[in-house]
């Protein structure tokens, strides 16, 4: 019963930014409710890989985008937020966010949302 919806994906042009944001139903983005919270992305004929995420040891972000894009959480609004700026080509992917409950134990997914970053 637990549900993500991704939302925000769409087209942008190199170097502009998007925010994606992911809403949650039957669990809250912190730590007492989810041992993981983060962004994955997945690129057309490429494996899945972690963009950004958020455990016990702290945050964490892929070496491709450090510093440019940053995770955040709206604990008003439940939702977990990615900000990324200074978008590149190489950044087109679908996005997905993704739970591991503390309740069940096991990871949840969300939907996807696509991002395309051409001029």
């Known amino acids: 019963q637990v549900r993500l919806v991704e939302s925000g994906g769409g087209l942008a042009q190199p170097g502009g930014s998007l925010r994606l944001s992911c809403g949650a139903s039957?669990?809250?983005?912190?730590?007492?409710?989810?041992?993981?919270m983060g962004w994955y992305r997945q690129a057309s004929g490429k494996q899945r890989e972690m963009v950004a995420g958020i455990s016990i040891g702290g945050t964490e972000y892929a070496s491709s985008v450090k510093g440019r894009f940053y995770l955040s959480r709206n604990m008003g609004e439940n939702t977990m937020n990615l900000q990324m700026n200074s978008l590149k080509p190489e950044d087109t992917a679908v996005y997905y966010c993704?739970?591991?409950?503390?309740?069940?134990?096991?990871?949840?997914w969300g939907q996807g949302t696509q991002v395309t970053v051409s001029s």
């Open positions: 993704k739970v591991v409950s503390r309740v069940s134990g096991s990871a949840v």
């Open positions: 039957g669990v809250i983005f912190g730590m007492n409710d989810v041992n993981f």
